[in-house]
């Protein structure tokens, strides 16, 4: 495993990949404190940092990045279902559970959301509560913000 730090507008970042595929974006405040792998770049880890880069400058969108992120199937769909969420758009835990034709898996959903390996790329900051309140964020409901907004998604 590689990994690398980015400095971004919602904290340090720690992007990792397998060499080939980027398998996580780490929060700083959410990081082991002894990461495997060693500290160079690949590829697939200078793509991803590039694209942030241009993601924060608003200048990107969609992102276009090898992703291989580890979770079960159940996890693999509701994380397919985050990415199909456009770019400034919301959606509630109940919107995505009922994508996935499973309206009652509210909490399952919010649980695979709250343990999405690839924030920011798999955009899970663009779940909200159904009552339109922004709920917790692996990253902090101040970094959600700042997210939001860059989107225009709220004020």
């Known amino acids: 495993m590689n990994y690398q730090y980015l400095d971004s507008p919602v ?10 595929h980027l398998t996580a974006i780490e929060w700083e405040n959410r990081q082991g404190a002894d990461p495997a792998g060693e500290e160079r770049t690949d590829p697939a880890l200078k793509a991803c940092a590039q ?3 241009e993601y ?15 979770g079960t199937p159940f996890q693999q769909q509701v994380w397919a279902a985050l990415a199909a969420i456009p770019y400034g ?9 009922r994508t996935l034709d499973r309206p009652k898996a ?17 955009p899970c900051h663009r ?27 709220i004020e």
């Not at 400058?57 to 291989?68: C, E, N, Q, T, V």
């Open 89 to 97: 758009a919301l959606r509630s835990y109940r919107d995505v559970a």
């Open 106 to 122: 509210v909490r399952a959903v919010g649980a695979a959301n709250g343990r999405n390996p690839l924030p920011i790329v798999v």
């Open 56 to 70: 924060f400058a608003g200048k990107r969108r969609h992102f276009d990045l090898p992703l291989l992120p580890a």
């Open 11 to 20: 904290g340090r970042l720690r992007l990792v990949s397998d060499g080939h």
């Open 127 to 153: 779940v909200i509560g159904s009552d339109g309140s922004l709920t917790g964020f692996a990253g902090g409901l101040a970094a959600k913000q700042v997210l939001l907004r860059l989107e225009g998604a």
């Open 51 to 53: 694209q942030l880069g």
